[in-house]
C-alpha cells in the first residue's frame, strides 16, 4: 500500500509539474499574439481562395459554411457596408461570443479586405484558437508522463518485494534444513515485514525449546548417573547391615541396636534420595501431572503449616517474628505438593538462615490473594554447604501450579522469599 501511495505521489508531481511548464510554454508560443496572428493570415490567404474556387457572392455568403466546419478552429464575420452579413456557425449558435475573442470594428490590426467573387469588398475579421488542441495536447502529454513514472515506480516497489520475497524463501530453505541459529531478515512495517518478523519469532521459540529439552535430558541424564552412584553406597551398607541382623552376627544388644540405628540412618538417606529424585522429576519433566485439587479453609491451612514452622525453628535454637492476619477465605490446593513446597522452605531456612538473626514469617490477605513474606539473614556457613537450588525450584514449580506466584531475591546478606496463592473466596 505504501508503494502504491508513493507511486501515485510521483505521478502527481510530474503531472503538475509539466503541466505548469506546458502552460508557462504555450502561453509563450501558441496563445501569443505573434502566433494566433500568423495563423489567421493563413487562414485568410486560404479562405480568399476558397471565394474565388466556389464564387462566393454578397448573396451566398452562407456558402462559407462549409469553409468555416472544414475542420480548422477558426472565427469568421464579414461586414458589407458596416453591417454585418455572416457570422461563423459556431458563433451564430451562441456557442462562441464575440467577446470572448475581443473582435469588434474597432480592432483594425485584425480586419481583412475579403473579394468576393461579384467585386465587392468586404472587412472580415478572422480570429484562428487553435490553441486549445495544443492545450489539449500537452494535458495529454503530461497525463501519459504521470503514467509512465507511476508505472515505472510501481514496477521497482513490486520488484523490490519480490526480491524479499526470494530473500525469505531462501533463508525458510535454509531454516528448514535444520539451521535454526541462522536469523530472518526482517525489513519494513508493511505485511511481508510482519510475515518475516513472526517467522523470526516463531524460529527463535523454536530454538529456545530445543535448547530447553536439551538441558531437561543433560539434566536427567546427570541425575542417573548421581543417583546411580549415590545410591549405591547407601544402600549397599544397609542391605550389609540387614545381612548381619538377619545372620545373627552381632555381639551383643548394643551392637544390635547400633546395626539397626544404622540401617534406619541409611534408610532415611535413600528416602532423601528419592526424595530429591521426586523433586528433579517434578521440575524438569514435561509429562507431569499433579492429582485434583482441593477446597480447604485457608486461616486453618496456613495456621497450620507455618505455626508448626515456627515452633519447630523456636526449637532449634532460632528467633522467630511472627505476623500473622486472618485470611477469611478458601484455597483449591494440592495438600501433597503444597506441603512439599513449604517443607521445602522451612528446610531451606534451617540449611541456611543465620542461627544469630531473627527469622520474620508474615502472611495476609491482599487483592484476593494469601501473601506469605520469608525473610532470614544468610548464614556464614552458607558457601560451604552443598546446594542444586532444586528445592526452590520445585516451590516455583508449586506454585505456578496453583495458579500463584513464587519470588527470591537477596540483597545485602538478607534473603527474601515473596509467595502468592489465590484465594477461591471469602
Known amino acids: 500500500m505504501g508503494g502504491v501511495l508513493l507511486s501515485l505521489l510521483a505521478a ?95 480592432s483594425p490590426d485584425r480586419a481583412y479586405t475579403l473579394r468576393l467573387s461579384d467585386g465587392t469588398q468586404a472587412r472580415a475579421f478572422l480570429y484562428y484558437y487553435a490553441g486549445d488542441a495544443y492545450h489539449y495536447g500537452a494535458m495529454g502529454l503530461s497525463a501519459l508522463l504521470a503514467f509512465a513514472v507511476f508505472s515505472l515506480c510501481f514496477i521497482l516497489f513490486v520488484h523490490r518485494k519480490l526480491r524479499y520475497v526470494k530473500q525469505l524463501k531462501e533463508e525458510l530453505d535454509i531454516l528448514a534444513g535444520g539451521d ?103 521440575v524438569y519433566s514435561s509429562e507431569w501431572e499433579p492429582s485434583e485439587l482441593e477446597q480447604t479453609d485457608a486461616d486453618s ?8 514452622y515456627a515452633f519447630s525453628l523456636e526449637n532449634n535454637g532460632y528467633t522467630v517474628h511472627c505476623a500473622f492476619e486472618e485470611l477469611q477465605g478458601t484455597l483449591r490446593v494440592n495438600m501433597e505438593l503444597l506441603r512439599r513446597a513449604f517443607d521445602n522452605l522451612y528446610s531451606n531456612l534451617l540449611k541456611y538462615a543465620d542461627p544469630t538473626q531473627p527469622i520474620e514469617i508474615s502472611y495476609g490477605r491482599k487483592d484476593g490473594q494469601v501473601r506469605l513474606t520469608l525473610r532470614n539473614h544468610i548464614s556464614p556457613q552458607r558457601d560451604k554447604r552443598e546446594s542444586t537450588n532444586i528445592g526452590l525450584s520445585t516451590c516455583r514449580r508449586v506454585l505456578q501450579y496453583h495458579g500463584g506466584s513464587f519470588e527470591t531475591k537477596e540483597d545485602d546478606g538478607i534473603f527474601q522469599v515473596d509467595l502468592a496463592l489465590p484465594l477461591a473466596n471469602g
Request: hydrophobic share 40%; aromatic share 10%.
Open 12 to 106: 502527481v508531481t510530474v503531472f503538475a509539474l509539466f503541466s505548469a511548464v506546458g502552460s508557462m510554454i504555450l502561453e509563450q508560443t501558441v496563445y501569443g499574439r505573434a502566433f494566433t496572428d500568423q495563423m489567421a493570415d493563413r487562414q485568410f490567404s486560404a479562405l480568399q481562395k476558397y471565394v474565388e474556387q466556389e464564387a462566393i457572392t454578397a448573396h451566398n455568403l452562407h456558402r462559407l459554411n462549409a469553409w468555416c466546419s472544414r475542420g480548422d478552429q477558426v472565427y469568421l464575420t464579414v461586414y458589407i457596408d458596416s453591417v454585418i452579413r455572416y457570422e461563423s456557425p459556431i458563433a451564430a449558435n451562441g456557442e462562441l461570443e464575440e467577446e470572448d475573442f475581443d473582435i469588434s470594428l474597432e
Open 301 to 308: 491451612l496456613f495456621q497450620q503449616f507455618w505455626g508448626e
Open 180 to 282: 535454526l541459529h541462522y536469523a530472518v531478515t526482517v525489513k519494513g512495517e508493511d505485511e511481508l515485514g510482519e510475515l518475516a518478523q513472526g517467522i523470526e519469532e516463531m524460529r527463535r521459540s523454536i530454538l529456545a525449546h530445543q535448547e530447553t529439552e536439551e538441558q531437561m535430558r543433560s539434566a536427567n541424564s546427570q541425575l542417573v548417573t548421581a543417583m546411580s552412584h549415590d545410591l549405591r553406597t547407601p544402600l549397599t551398607s544397609l542391605l550389609a547391615y540387614l545381612e548381619l541382623m538377619e545372620r545373627g552376627k552381632y555381639e551383643s544388644e548394643e551392637q544390635l541396636r547400633h546395626f539397626t540405628r544404622r540401617s534406619l540412618e541409611k534408610g532415611l538417606q535413600i528416602k532423601s534420595m528419592a526424595d530429591k529424585l521426586f523433586e528433579y522429576f517434578l
